[in-house]
């Protein structure tokens, strides 16, 4: 057990934020709903990032940046029906801060420099990209445009948790536009492989691929594509989305093109995105009461050394053994760490790693060089072994390997066992009250049956899975019929 | 010349303003002072970032994320001495959009939303990164920091031009934290170094190192280093800056750590930045009337092939060549165009990827199929030579290094041509009328001649060369003695 950290059992959100902090991933601010990403928990980040934009990439998109501002104007292109509307947002409505002539020391906003129209803090891109769109696209040639964004995006949060839920985050948006419907419907399906194979091959995270419930709906999207996946604790995490905007936002912000006939047609289009929220699932997803499990492709540092010794000179050749050791996994492409400060002792290094999540850690003793073995510890099970020294540089790339199919079996395995199938209403009441997880269960169709069940029991359709087999049924809830199951789950 | 684009003899100002947008780098936005940087221009951003970012670590920076908003009160704390004191910059007073009551369809901002202490959009980020090292630094053993950030920045900029000045624009931040003065000074040279080096190596753009007078400081540094480029119209640009804050920051916002003896002691500072107006950099050192000339090594796309062709059965077996050619050269990590659209002719491709600045252009005809041969164009010259088609993937990496050193040469010797010495006031006002560039010029070292001069005639003080020989001489203006010679120019 980690210090100054719960077991996950005792308090498992307070394990996590704990775990956040002291694993140095990221700490709150002293901007209300900010965080600061910590330099370890940001090169997590920075792996996540090259991963999935050379996925972006060898699907054929580009990179492009936008404002950070959108002027309130353009939400009301977007919300023709305002009537009830509110957003929670940063807003800019003055453009100058001064001395306080009253108050030496003080600055004040300047009365005088109030804008014209106020200026929202992007929540999100669709508005003023599609307002962009609109000068680029006139012909099918222009067509598709396959464009991704890397930025930062404020949604006014009231309740906020370290990189689950903060006022400020950082994500990619794509947005896509096609002269087709199927066209379109395909990119948003592509993106959501692309994001599923993300999480299972890199975070080692499994996930179910589905669609929402137009309750779950991005607004202003016909269709909403999502990976769920399942926290240790029985939730779930809303990875992913992937939007079919069908022809929406075109009509919105007045976007057309001319089609090979010469015909004026609004353009389809889709967006795409995934955020530091994915810190949150894969910590959340792997990690023990030890401290972070983080698989080989994420992990900052990949293998440790820790050398063991009581005197300097014991140290001196241990240090030369284990630079070598580490010189050859480095060129082998391997972040490695020679852990040689004499200010701590082993047992604290170990615990320190631990907690880092730091896949392999060696350990190097004086009995080790008589002997021409290191000790070899894997972070995901614990599991100690001492192998020849001569071994270890052919040897640590498999471990990894293994290391990384062994995170995803786990988390795969505890998927597969936290999914329940019920057929009545107080099976799945039983099963959310005493397990958790998935539940799969027949749903009538209708957002009123959906809104009565979150009512009693907080729990949410997560998906329609894309693979639900045709299953007759009936619905635990109102016992209409129904032809497939639905996965509800309680979820972050 | 390109077509929709004065040439830079006919209008310079215009030249760059237009060539940004006809060769889609980027274009205004619909916010004010915003700019959209486009997939092209955008790309060109990304190596630059990646080339520097390998820098910053190779020196042994990290990255990591601080808020986007500063707290009203965090820059009292700055500035101690506020009056007189304004700041153009985006501030956030609200936090709520909603349904106007009064007016179907129409949005407004929530006056019941009102924010208890404005929030600031990030000018720099001193301010909060320093609030923020306060918690992280006790004791020497904390030290150094040495952290990066990449990021957007908001200035409310009034008259703003694409790239080289707008409202928000991109950059990196760097905002080191030392244990000693030397370390801190030793931390700000080396960064210069580094951004030297990328803009002679990457940008194939020289500068001169210098520093600052005291007019031309950053506000809170003790000193600021800054490198310094010549544009082809005879301006001088400055293209990053290295701040040594010396203990200013620290006292500031209280940043204490206890030394070896444990007494507590004010940390050292430094920060050093560049942006996307180094893009701006780029265009005006090198390219031309008819369009970018982009140096091998941030060069998007390296080679660009166009076949020449009558039938199709020609288009075929010279698509099967150039589809070779593209192959190869991608093995070796060159970026290839194979420019088959059969929508356009040559000429018009030729003129398009001219305007796009790719480095090299080979084309193909049928003669070439017989004789073996292609045509390689090179932009920087606009040589063109015939080759054997065996020799291509031998002959175009030594032909883009040849690129990359000539487009460097070239800018290194219009920036000898245009640095001139002068010893008195008269012939420096004629210098700068008929000729502009760098004026070495003895200065007597006040602020208040360097005033008068940039009052009469534009010039300032670019910087005082780390280079500069000492020199007895008098000032231009006062007269008064000096002992080495200082760069002015007129400045983007």
Known sequence: MAKGIPTRSEDYSQWYIELVKQADLAENSDVRGCMVIKPYGYSIWEKMQQALDKMFKDTGHVNAYFPLFVPKSMFEAEEKNAEGFAKECAIVTHYRLKADPDNKGKLIVDPNAKLEEELVVRPTSEAIIWSTYKKWIQSYRDLPILINQWANVVRWEMRTRLFLRTAEFLW?????????????????????????????????????????????????????????????????????????????????????????????????????????????????????????????KLAPIHVVIVPIFKSDEEFARISEKAE????????????????????????????????????????????????????????????????????????????????????????????????????????????????????????????????????????????????????EGKCIYSG??????????IAY
């Open 172 to 296: 990619q948006e794509g947005h896509t536009a096609h002269a087709t419907k199927q066209e379109a419907i395909k990119e948003t399906e592509q993106m959501l492989d692309v994001y599923a194979t993300f999480a299972e091959e890199f975070m080692a995270m499994p996930v179910v691929k589905g669609k929402k419930s137009e309750n779950e709906r991005f607004p202003g999207a016909l269709d909403t594509y999502c990976i769920e996946a399942m926290m240790q604790d029985g939730k779930a995490l809303q990875a992913g989305t992937s939007h079919f905007l069908g022809q929406n936002f075109a009509k919105a912000f007045d976007v057309k093109f001319s089609n090979k006939e010469g015909k004026l047609e609004e353009v389809w289009g889709t967006s795409w995105g995934v955020s530091t929220r994915l810190m949150g699932a894969l910590i959340m997803a792997h990690s023990d009461d030890d401290g972070l499990i983080i698989p080989p």
């Open 480 to 489: 209409k019929p129904s032809n497939r199951r639905v996965l509800f789950a």
């Open 324 to 471: 070598g050791i580490a010189k050859e996994l480095r060129k082998q492409g391997f972040s490695v760490k020679y852990d040689n400060r004499d200010t701590q002792k082993p047992g604290f290094k170990f615990a320190e790693w631990e907690l880092k999540g730091v896949p392999v850690r060696i350990a190097i003793g004086p009995r080790d060089l008589e002997n021409g073995t290191v000790e070899v510890a894997r972070r995901d099970t614990k599991e100690k072994q001492v192998m020849k020294m001569d071994d270890i540089t052919s040897s640590i790339p498999t471990l990894l390997d293994d290391i990384q199919k062994n995170i995803y079996q786990r988390a795969l395995k505890f998927k597969t066992e936290m999914t329940t199938r019920v057929d009545t209403y107080d099976e799945f009441k039983k099963v959310l009250d005493e397990k958790g997880g998935f539940v799969a269960a027949h749903w009538d169709g209708t957002a009123e049956t959906e809104q009565k069940i979150k009512g009693e029991t907080k729990a949410t359709i997560r998906c329609i899975p894309l693979d639900a087999a045709v299953e």
